[in-house]
């Protein structure tokens, strides 16, 4: 979603800004703009890829040391040149960045407007360059402190104005904003990604914060002007994190990049001794944990998804009750959490608004909230008593893989270390952990048919719809698999519980209609086989994935993918990656941007 970068110090800003804007990318936007600070302040805005507002950029080559820059995923207003940031004051000499939404910007703007400020944009944003313009009295950072108390809603921007080139002034609620210190330099961005490549010395920003950074300094308050003490922190991914190498696409490396991903997730956290999980995230609420009756699981998208695989993994090895709830119902419900409940939060990102708001509401009602994330230092890392890092490295593709995959592999670790407190057996535990351990080179087995599933996505790329069937633990992996399709590959699939499919989609069946069946042999096998049976009675064809060298389905299915052995709980780690693949494939094949899909974005910081 939006994407905040600022630079201050001796390289040309145009040159670092425009790069930092290409590595935020990946987030998702429509449209994107840059202000630099010069003799003449310089604005340029352009709708669509940055590469359009690079060409312009390159064209005017713009001098200057100090600016901001921003990518835009519409809210309020259409993805207009007008509507993109930087805004500016009624002066031009105030610049503006801003992620976010301003819930109060109609009042504020009308008082603006009775004062004689003129908008050019439709945007909420607009509002609050004025409303610093309305209190700046010669001290920049006072005047955005004064306009912030007077905001409802959330917030993460950048400012700049002609007469202060030797700041940038930046602040947050709600919406990430991290600086990066370098030798007489300064970067601010809403994603370390954006400036990892230049400095590895970072400080977040924590909400109503108020930052301020010079060449090589930076200095922060919170919104009622206290002073705040903070040092940097060592960043722990290079630039090199986020280079393609030599794959197309983000997506298909990172879905390459999933046996690593496995590995890094269980790395020191196998304790065959014990037949237990070792999680140090978690020690310092083991007691809570020891207590915990009930579970409540919050996420979305795909993260909401590996919630409901959780749901099946820890209802099967812990004594606990399990709901796993999408964060953006959970915090509108009246509830009435029960004593000892655990509320845990999952999130790739990290800032997902609803993830946040949700655990925000779960703490307030006293629960203990953990979390499971993968970008370290994010707000739900932070804002959660205690939690489990993924570890999946940084991931680009808008549509999350090896996230998902990591977040099984530590659901599964979290549902051994509770329920071998309780009374699941050593030989259990340790069979899921050997088990897991198999996983990354079965992984490889997998990823091998790459070509083969190339050929099978040839055969299925026209469909227009597509069914995804599974059972127990391959329910949530038929719904990621036809979401992975949706999103990348603009193809309208249904994922459904293989049970669930006579009550409805069944009467969708027909030979244009096909079906992507989950059915490795668990114990659930012989009734996917009769819901496969249902679909060829109504000449639906349909593609099987099941376990290595079973041939019973031959003469039932159009094509089938095999999946090497292992326990049934951990099957959905294999099962996922051909679905992954194939949605890869067919996305490529009808020429979508697979690694950046219309209308989404990789971090949805809006409610
Ligand atoms: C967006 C992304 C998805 C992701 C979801 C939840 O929709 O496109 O890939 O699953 O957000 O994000 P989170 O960062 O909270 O896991």
Not at 279 to 289: H, I, R, Y
Not at 323 to 329: R, V
Not at 553 to 565: A, M, Q, R, S, T
Request: net charge negative.
């Amino acid at each position: 979603m939006c994407g905040i970068v600022g630079y201050i110090g001796h390289q040309t800003a145009r040159e670092v800004l425009i790069e930092g804007l290409k590595r935020l990318e990946y987030r998702g936007y429509d449209s994107s703009g840059i202000a630099i600070l010069n003799h003449e302040p310089y604005l340029a805005r352009a709708v669509g890829k940055v590469a359009i507002l690079e060409q312009l950029v390159w064209a005017e080559k713009p001098e200057g040391v100090v600016g901001i820059a921003h990518t835009r995923w519409a809210t309020h207003g259409k993805p207009t040149e007008l509507n993109a940031h930087p805004h500016r004051d009624c002066t031009g000499q105030l610049f503006l960045v801003h992620n976010g939404i301003i819930e109060n910007y109609a009042a504020l703007k009308e008082r603006l407007r009775e004062q004689g400020h003129t908008f050019s944009s439709e945007t909420d944003t607009e509002t609050l360059a004025h409303l610093i313009e309305a209190g700046y009295q010669g001290n920049l950072e006072a005047a955005v402190r004064k306009a912030l108390q007077q905001v409802q809603g959330t917030f993460g921007i950048a400012v700049i104005h002609a007469r202060h080139p030797d700041e940038i002034v930046v602040a947050r609620r709600g919406s990430p904003i991290v600086l990066g210190i370098g030798k007489d330099e300064a970067f601010a961005a809403s994603d370390v990604s954006a400036l990892a490549q230049h400095t590895d010395q970072v400080v977040y920003l924590e909400d109503n914060e108020v930052g301020r950074i010079e060449r090589g300094k930076f200095s922060i308050t919170t919104l009622e002007n206290r002073s705040v003490t903070r040092g940097t922190t060592a960043l722990e991914i290079g630039p090199e994190a986020a280079d393609r190498g030599k794959f197309p696409h983000y997506m298909l490396k990172e879905i390459f990049e999933q046996p690593e991903a496995v590995e890094n997730a269980l790395r020191g956290r196998v304790n065959h001794s014990e037949g237990v999980a070792k999680l140090g995230g978690l020690e310092s609420v083991l007691d809570g944990l020891q207590k915990a009756r009930h579970l409540i699981i919050i996420s979305c998208g795909t993260s909401y998804y590996a919630g409901l695989f959780a749901r099946y993994v820890f209802e099967a090895l812990t004594d606990l009750t399990v709901e796993t709830e999408l964060a953006s119902e959970f915090r509108y419900r009246k509830l009435n959490l029960r004593q000892n409940t655990v509320v845990l939060a999952i999130s790739q990102s990290g800032e997902t608004a609803d993830t946040l708001a949700a655990l925000r509401e779960a703490r307030r009602k006293g629960a203990l909230v953990l979390g499971l994330v993968n970008v370290v230092g994010s707000s739900i890392a932070r804002e959660t008593h205690a939690g489990v890092y993924s570890h999946a490295g940084i991931e680009v593709g808008v549509a999350s893989t090896k996230s998902f995959t990591s977040q099984l592999t530590i659901l599964t670790l979290m549902a051994l270390l509770i329920g071998r407190s309780r009374d699941l057996s050593y030989e259990e535990g340790n069979t899921i952990l050997r088990g897991l351990e198999m996983i990354p080179d079965q992984m490889r087995e997998i990823l091998k048919q790459s070509d083969p599933i190339n050929e099978l996505a040839h055969k299925y790329s026209q469909a227009e719809h597509f069914l995804y069937i599974g059972r127990k633990y391959q329910y949530p992996i038929a719904l990621e698999g036809a979401l992975k399709l949706k999103e990348i590959a603009y193809i309208h699939a249904e994922g459904y519980a293989a049970g669930e499919m006579k009550h409805g989609p069944i009467a969708l069946i027909d030979p244009a209609f096909p079906t992507m069946a989950l059915a490795p042999e668990d114990g659930s096998y012989e009734k996917v086989t009769s819901n496969i049976q249902e679909i060829r009675a109504r000449e639906g064809r349909v593609i099987a994935v099941t376990s290595h060298g079973n041939d019973k389905l031959g003469n039932l299915v159009d094509d089938v993918i095999e999946i090497p052995h292992t326990h049934e709980i951990l099957a959905p780690l294999l099962t996922v990656l051909p679905l992954q693949l194939f949605a890869y494939h067919c996305a490529v094949l009808r020429g979508c941007d697979v690694d950046k899909p219309r209308n989404l974005a990789k971090s949805v910081t809006v409610e």
